[in-house]
Structure formats: structure tokens, C-alpha cells
């Protein structure tokens, strides 16, 4: 029984964008069970959040971007590889700006501050996805492989060959992640001299130097070629005093690039809002390979779910009946679409509604095929999150419960006279302002019908 954690306290970092070259400030703080990796860019108007999720990446040139709703969050990889890597699994991670601060290269100022932060245990038990048959990914143009093959670990061997005299071929590897933080976490990202020119032109790397990424040098190159390198990195002067790195950098690793690389996929795979317990063997890795790589795992982790049934216990006696629900709620029949509450926590809620024959929807939906509504099911899902949101003020009587937008709703089979339907809600981010997002699933024998995010504002009655 593993549970889930949190930092225990709030701490921020401030730095340069790799690519953006702005300061920036990044702040870690806790979260509740089940909340995941949240990013708020606390510099944009309403603080919009961009969830640590694969499916936002929309970049992965040098890095990995996320984009939701236009609003951007970029090189996320290595402080999302500082979390994984301590095993937290619930932050919430402010943003004052689009990119996070690139400090050394690494995930190594990272970990040092989620350590001095705390890490405290939660109540809620970690869900782990175990893979159970081996799992590929191919780009034969840039001549990645990726395998995935059961464990009883989430472990990672990387191979790095860039036809390079001063790399070599490079193998890095963790057997368990408990390694990540005095093995990985300080190897920075890594650069070839002759790329830096290319980077410059399209418009990246405007952060770039000298102490946040290694330069490696594996061709002659002329003083006037350094010249301008110079000029990229804001230094007055750069040589290379022997072959191999510029200004002569000290690696950590012999390996270190190939570390870097592993580094990568750990920070990259956190997208996947899953741990998984699996071996993942990688030559020649980068982000969109990587990205690509945790989609499908994502994938499977949904189809895997699909057959799983949720079994809730119906038959004990449930923490709020119809009576109490109205108290709570201005609705009444015919338009109150819940019968009982069975469970309520600070960030999750548990209702049910019996769909009988007997209802009015189904006198005039689908006459002879009667199906349950759409929107019926949407506004007893939105009366669950209801009682969610009411929950957390003192005197819920004097407060109304506004709905501000449905969205991402997905119906998954028919709702018929005779099922019981099983809301269960859980906030997406902490309620701020009398505002909260939440996620919701309905359920009909343990298997999901519908789901659909939903966002409700709290407003006192006298203020209507």
C-alpha cells in the first residue's frame, strides 16, 4: 500500500528561459490526492491552468511544449523529471511566464528545492499501470527505437550514438527510480557547436549559455565561427582548449549526455499521468520520439481501464438522501436528478440517480426506445458537483450554485430505464475565488457512460 504525496511546503525558483531568454519564476506547491501536475500561469488574466497531459505537447523542437486554450507552458521536461523522480505525485506548479527557468541544464536545482520543500505522505494510495505485454515505438528516419517490456520497476536504459569521436556511443541506465536524484538529476542538456547557429536563427536559445547546457565541439572550427558564438552566448570570448567541450566543461559523467537523454525520458513520461511499472529501453531518444512514445502507453493505460469495472457499494446507507440533498440544493422534482450522496470528500464527491420508467423524460424521448437524455445526465452530474462545491462553505443555504461552462463531454453507451447511475467528481484544481473546475465520470455497472469537465461558480443569494 503506497500512498500518494505532496510537498509539504511552498518554494519557488527564479531564472532564464532557455529559449525565450525572460526571467521567470517557477512555484511549487501542494496539492490535494488525485490532482496530478497542474501548471498555473499566474501571469496571465484568470490564471488559466495547462495540465501536465501528453495530449497537450504541441512542441518538442529542443523541448517540450504544452499548449491549452492558446495559453502555452514550455520546456517542462526537466522539472516534471525532478518531480517523477522524487516520486511526488500531487503539485501545483505557478508560472510567471510560458517558460520555465532552464537554471544549469538540469533537474539537479530542481530536486534541491522539492527536497528543502518536504515531501509529505498523503491518504489517498498510488495507482501504479504494470504493462503486461512488450510494447514498441519506431522512427526509422531518426533512427530511434523504443521497447517497452513488463517490470516490477519503472526502469530505463538509454543508448545515444551521434557518430561523434568525442561522444562515442553512451549507455546510461536506473534499475529502480529511487536512483534518479544522486545518478541522473544533475546531468545537464547538451548542445554540438555546429547546431548553436541554427538554434540562434530560429529564434531559440535566447537564454543559452555557458552554464546551462554543455557545447560539444567535434569539428575544426575557425576563430571567426567562435566569434560569433560568442555573440549568441552574450560572452566576449569562447574557445575551446582542447577538443571535445567548449571552454573546457568539467562533465559530471563520463556519460553524462547519455544520462541527460534518460533525464529527458523521465520528465517526458511524467505527461502521462500515470507511474508505470515497466523496463523502457531507448536508442537514440529525443522529445518527439519520447512524446510520441508515452501516447501510446497513455493509450493503453485508457483501453486497460475501459475493461476494469468500478464496483461501488450500493446498498449501504448513503451519507446524504433525497431530504438532505435539498437542503443543500434549490432544485426540486421534477427537476432535482439525484436520489443520494454516498460519499463526499474535500476534492471528490460520489452521487447516484435510479432511472425509472416512470420518469417524464421518457414519455417524449424516443417513444417505444426510450433513452435517457443527454443533458439529463449532463445536469445530474452538474447537481453532484453541486453538492462538491456547497461543501466547502460554511452555510451553503445562502449560496447559489452557477455553472459557468460544460465542456470536453463524451456520451459512451445508452442510459436506460433501469440503470443506476454512479457521478463521481473530483476537482481538476483547487477552488479559487468561488470558482471550481472539476472532471466527472458517470457510471452504469461499474462502466463508464458518459464524462465531461465542468466548471461552477459560488454566488450568495442576496447578491443574484
Not at 330 to 336: E, G, I, N, T
Request: overall charge negative; some cysteine; glycine content about 6%.
Amino acid at each position: 500500500m503506497i500512498k500518494q504525496t505532496t510537498i509539504r511546503e511552498t518554494v519557488a525558483i527564479e531564472g532564464i528561459g532557455l529559449h525565450t531568454g525572460k526571467q521567470t519564476k517557477i512555484t511549487f506547491k501542494p496539492a490535494p490526492p488525485n490532482f496530478g501536475y497542474k501548471f498555473i500561469r499566474t501571469d496571465l488574466e484568470g490564471h488559466p491552468v495547462v495540465e501536465a497531459d501528453v495530449d497537450l505537447v504541441v512542441d518538442t523542437a529542443r523541448g517540450t511544449t504544452l499548449e491549452k486554450n492558446n495559453v502555452k507552458v514550455s520546456t517542462t521536461e526537466h522539472a516534471l523529471a525532478a518531480l517523477a523522480g522524487l516520486e511526488i505525485d500531487n503539485v501545483i506548479i505557478e508560472l510567471e511566464g510560458q517558460e520555465i527557468p532552464i537554471l544549469d541544464g538540469s533537474s539537479g536545482q530542481f530536486i534541491e528545492a522539492l527536497q528543502k520543500a518536504g515531501i509529505e505522505e498523503q491518504h489517498v494510495e498510488r495507482e501504479y499501470f504494470e504493462l503486461k505485454e512488450n510494447l514498441t515505438f519506431e522512427d526509422p528516419d531518426r533512427k530511434v527505437e523504443m521497447l517497452a517490456v513488463p517490470s516490477e520497476d519503472f526502469r530505463v536504459t538509454v543508448m545515444v550514438d551521434y557518430n561523434s569521436e568525442v561522444l562515442g556511443t553512451q549507455h546510461a541506465q536506473i534499475h529502480k527510480i529511487e536512483e534518479f536524484s544522486g545518478d541522473i538529476a544533475k546531468c545537464r542538456t547538451f548542445v554540438f557547436l555546429h547546431e548553436l547557429e541554427s538554434l540562434a536563427k530560429h529564434d531559440l536559445i535566447k537564454g543559452g549559455d555557458l552554464d546551462n547546457a554543455i557545447v560539444v565541439v567535434d569539428k575544426p572550427v575557425e576563430k571567426t565561427k567562435l566569434d560569433e558564438i560568442a555573440t549568441i552566448l552574450n560572452k566576449p570570448k569562447v574557445e575551446i582548449v582542447e577538443k571535445g567541450f567548449l571552454n573546457n566543461v568539467k562533465l559530471h559523467f563520463q556519460n553524462e549526455p547519455a544520462r541527460h537523454k534518460l533525464l529527458d525520458i523521465i520528465g517526458d513520461f511524467a505527461l502521462i499521468g500515470t507511474p508505470i511499472k515497466a523496463h523502457i529501453l531507448a536508442a537514440r531518444p529525443g522529445h518527439k520520439a519520447n512524446i510520441e512514445f508515452a501516447k501510446k502507453i497513455k493509450e493503453l493505460i485508457k483501453r486497460e481501464k475501459k475493461k476494469v469495472v468500478r464496483n461501488f457499494d450500493l446498498t449501504k446507507p448513503p451519507l446524504m438522501d433525497v431530504s438532505q440533498i435539498m437542503e443543500k440544493l434549490p432544485h426540486r422534482p421534477p427537476f432535482l436528478f439525484i436520489d443520494k450522496i454516498l460519499e463526499l470528500e474535500s476534492e471528490r464527491v460520489i452521487g447516484v440517480k435510479n432511472m425509472s420508467m416512470n420518469e417524464w423524460f421518457f414519455t417524449g424521448h424516443f417513444p417505444g426506445n426510450p433513452v435517457t437524455p443527454g443533458v439529463i445526465l449532463v445536469e445530474a452530474m452538474a447537481q453532484t458537483g453541486g453538492i462538491l462545491v456547497l461543501s466547502t462553505i460554511p452555510d451553503p443555504e445562502n449560496y447559489w450554485t452557477y455553472f459557468m461552462k460544460i465542456q470536453e463531454v463524451r456520451f459512451k453507451q445508452k442510459v436506460l430505464p433501469g440503470d443506476t447511475v454512479v457521478f463521481e467528481l473530483k476537482l481538476a484544481s483547487p477552488i479559487r475565488r468561488g470558482i471550481c473546475h472539476m472532471k466527472g465520470e458517470a457510471l452504469v455497472n461499474g462502466k463508464i457512460v458518459m464524462e465531461a469537465e465542468m466548471m461552477a461558480q459560488i454566488a450568495r443569494k442576496d447578491n443574484k
